[in-house]
């Protein structure tokens, strides 16, 4: 039983333009959100995240959007550079005490020349 | 800049094998959590402990056990290596905020 799903395995996108990716979820619960980027043998590295309490959150080039009415988020990437292309994880969180995050499967994003 | 180190990067075992790996936070963490990524299935969390000799089972504890005898260190072990537990290891870490710290991931293959 998903409860984040990232329904789309893969993205491309040409360099200088907008790359977004989606990402769904089940749980009504969940009240944080974030995304995380992974290149190739690496472990992911945090890129941002969103309260429940918020619908937008930016940071440079890259801007969250959550609809909770639709249990949906999006990764805005403008523009998109060589060095984004990576694997994107989205994940969700319910405050509590072991602060568990659920990833989705993955996004691999793909910037093209 | 929170530190998160893992014992090795690659690692090829045999089956039936015990296999250690080994996760150090330098920030004084309270939380650390193990997952393996493979493809197509994202991370999914094997083990977590959210203080020194405590532990919590995650979504895919099944042939993994771990111990927490230091706050910094977090091991990860394998019992008995099986083929399908061929996998990228990923040890992370978190204390006071939601984000969490990865470190650089094992490459485990058994054989």
């Known amino acids: 039983d998903q409860q984040v799903k990232q329904n789309s395995p893969s993205l491309s996108v040409q360099e200088g333009r907008i790359s977004i990716l989606n990402c769904d979820y089940t749980?009504?619960?969940?009240?944080?959100f974030l995304w995380y980027k992974k290149y190739p043998a690496e472990g992911p590295t945090f890129l941002i995240s969103?309260?429940?309490?918020?619908d937008k959150n930016e940071d440079g080039r890259f801007t969250v959007f959550l609809n909770k009415s639709a249990k949906h988020l999006s990764l805005h990437i403008v523009p998109s550079q060589p060095g984004d292309s990576a694997v994107y994880f989205c994940?969700?969180?319910?405050?509590?005490?072991?602060?568990?995050?659920?990833f989705g499967k993955g996004t691999r994003l793909h910037i093209l020349p | 800049d929170v530190k998160v180190t893992q014992s090795s990067r690659y690692l090829v075992k045999r089956t039936g094998e015990k296999v250690f790996l080994e996760c150090v936070q330098d920030m004084d963490h309270e939380n650390m959590f193990w997952y393996r990524q493979d493809p197509g299935l994202g991370l999914r969390l094997i083990y977590f402990?959210?203080?020194?000799?405590?532990?919590e089972k995650g979504d895919i504890p099944e042939g993994y056990s771990v111990s927490r005898e230091k706050k910094e260190r977090f091991s990860l072990i394998l019992e008995s290596a099986s083929t399908n537990q061929t996998s990228m290891y990923l040890c992370?870490?978190?204390?006071?905020?939601?984000?969490?710290?990865f470190g650089p991931g094992t490459r485990l293959t058994v054989t």
């Open positions: 992370a870490t978190n204390g006071g905020v939601r984000e969490q710290y």
């Open positions: 969103i309260s429940s309490i918020k």
């Open positions: 402990s959210y203080d020194v000799k405590m532990k």
């Open positions: 994940a969700a969180s319910v405050t509590n005490r072991d602060d568990k995050i659920i």
């Open positions: 749980n009504s619960m969940f009240d944080y």
